[in-house]
């Protein structure tokens, strides 16, 4: 079946534009996540969702950053007035209800000139 | 606040060697420890997941270990093959939270031919 898609795969802006990253979960999924991954860095928790709700926002590193989930499905990563320090790949993870492994979409490619 | 380390950063060996990835995490207080893999511009795909309640889990060449008390974790790649090449991440999910990952930085790893 569909995995985790992610949209777009590439972008790049330019610094102080606003970006909006997309993350289209595996269908029944119930838990969704962003994690960053910067060049030479592990990989950083940013949100998680249950349904709509996001319960643990702690991982967000700014209030330029936000994130939203419609319908218990898609969810839209949006970065305001970007920095270069954002950029980095962006990854979507979704999992089910009473399942531990999170199944991971390909990222998206955030490049701030 | 937890923190997983993993040694190599990279490992070169030929074909058909035998190898150990290991990972190390600052607090035993963990729900479970996973195995991912990364392969260039792709994103993470999970290999094994272990209980903090299990020793091991197999999975055909590959054989993780999890000692909580040590705070460590290995896994093993028997008979490696160039297909095998790519960063290995180890994630840890703990600190209260039945879902939050904190990973490694990985093992680049690459098996010559």
């Known amino acids: 079946g569909a995995g985790v898609s992610q949209s777009p795969s590439n972008k790049v802006t330019e610094k102080g534009k606003d970006v909006e990253l997309r993350c289209d979960p595996i269908?029944?999924?119930?838990?969704l996540y962003w994690y960053r991954q910067s060049l030479g860095q592990g990989l950083e928790f940013l949100i998680y969702?249950?349904?709509?709700?996001?319960?643990?926002k702690s991982g967000l590193p700014s209030d330029r950053f936000s994130a939203e989930r419609t319908g218990g499905s898609v969810s839209t990563l949006t970065i305001q007035r970007t920095q270069q320090e954002d950029s980095a790949v962006y990854l979507c993870?979704?999992?089910?209800?009473?399942?531990?492994?999170?199944?991971f979409g390909p990222g998206t490619r955030l490049l701030v000139l | 606040k937890q923190e997983v380390t993993q040694i190599p950063a990279a490992l070169s060996v030929p074909e058909g060697e035998n190898l150990v990835l290991n990972c190390s995490f600052t607090?035993?207080?963990?729900?479970?420890l996973q195995w991912f893999r990364q392969d260039p511009g792709k994103g993470l795909t999970s290999l094994l997941l272990?209980?903090?309640?299990?020793r091991e889990q197999t999975s055909g060449r590959l054989n993780a270990s999890l000692d909580k008390s040590s705070g460590r974790s290995t896994l093993y790649i028997a008979a490696s093959q160039p297909g095998d090449s790519a960063t290995y991440l180890c994630?840890?999910?703990?600190?209260?939270?039945?879902?939050?990952?904190?990973f490694g930085k990985g093992t680049l790893l690459t098996v010559n031919p």
């Open positions: 994630a840890v999910k703990s600190g209260g939270s039945n879902y939050k990952l904190t």
């Open positions: 607090d035993s207080a963990i729900y479970n």
């Open positions: 969702f249950q349904g709509n709700s996001a319960p643990d």
């Open positions: 269908s029944g999924h119930t838990a």
């Open positions: 272990i209980q903090s309640s299990q």
């Open positions: 993870a979704s999992s089910r209800t009473g399942d531990e492994t999170q199944y």
